[in-house]
């Protein structure tokens, strides 16, 4: 009796992932836009996408996480171009935070076809962060570079307090410790063209976010006539909230079909 239970509770689990599997193939299907490029900010790298990565992978997606270098805005787009060449197809290209300018100006490669931005920086044509930033009344504060013109945020409790809130302590230690530091200068490097002027848009503002105040997010939000979401969540949405932040990175792949 109890091996048999054990037989059907197996061929339950292989029904379950044999329909999962259909399911996502059968979303993939679907899509016209199957490429999803996804590019981080500063103090964070690659792998802070990981658990988003998983669940777009579920459903289908190619998945691609750029790694920054942070040394400039000039270098951090030329590694985000070099991974959009490498697409087979059209992109839905996502950035966070600081990436929010990288990929305003990568984001005119032309198999680009919509913009996702989380609780990121958006200069206009001809500015840059530190420009837009001040325009808004929202200058940039206590952020000091080293003798090497990097700023660096590797203080635990910091990292924790500005970036991840909503996270358990440990788990903020362990991004700390992955940290990578940003050129001071990359942010007065100015965006050329800003690809949102003639490319859809969907913005993610983050109300518990204590590293770019929501009413700023929501500005450049409404600047580039994006689709508006809100989540109760820290900056770090995509490793507080990556259920979240993969449901609206598909629902903007969805609506570019």
Not at 50 to 79: E, R
Request: charged share 15%.
């Amino acid at each position: 009796m109890r091996d048999r239970l054990t037989t059907c509770m197996q061929k339950g689990f292989l029904f379950l992932c044999l329909l999962m599997s259909l399911t996502a193939s059968l979303h993939a299907q679907e899509l016209k836009i199957k490429n999803i490029v996804l590019v981080h900010g500063a103090f964070t790298d690659g792998s802070s996408w990981s658990v988003v990565i998983s669940i777009l992978q579920s459903k289908g997606y190619h998945v691609t996480a750029v790694q920054n270098p942070l040394t400039s805005l000039k270098d951090d787009v030329a590694a985000t171009e070099r991974v959009l060449a490498r697409q087979t197809g059209s992109v839905l290209l996502v950035g966070h935070s600081w990436a929010g300018a990288v990929i305003t100006q990568a984001g005119n490669a032309p198999n680009v076809k919509g913009l996702v931005y989380l609780s990121a920086l958006i200069p206009d044509s001809g500015e840059s962060v530190s420009d837009a930033l001040t325009r808004l009344h929202a200058p940039m504060e206590g952020m000091t570079a080293d003798k090497n013109g990097l700023i660096w945020l590797d203080n635990p409790d910091a990292f924790h307090q500005v970036m991840a809130n909503d996270i358990p302590l440990k788990q903020a230690q362990l991004l700390a410790a992955a940290q990578q530091p940003i050129a001071a200068s990359a942010f007065t490097e100015k965006v050329t063209q800003a690809a949102w002027h003639y490319k859809p848009a969907w913005y993610l503002i983050t109300e518990n976010d204590n590293a770019l105040n929501a009413s700023v997010q929501g500005h450049f939000a409404r600047e580039a006539s994006a689709h508006i979401s809100q989540l109760h969540s820290s900056h770090m949405s995509m490793v507080s909230h990556p259920q979240e932040v993969a449901n609206l990175i598909d629902t903007a792949a969805s609506r570019l079909q």
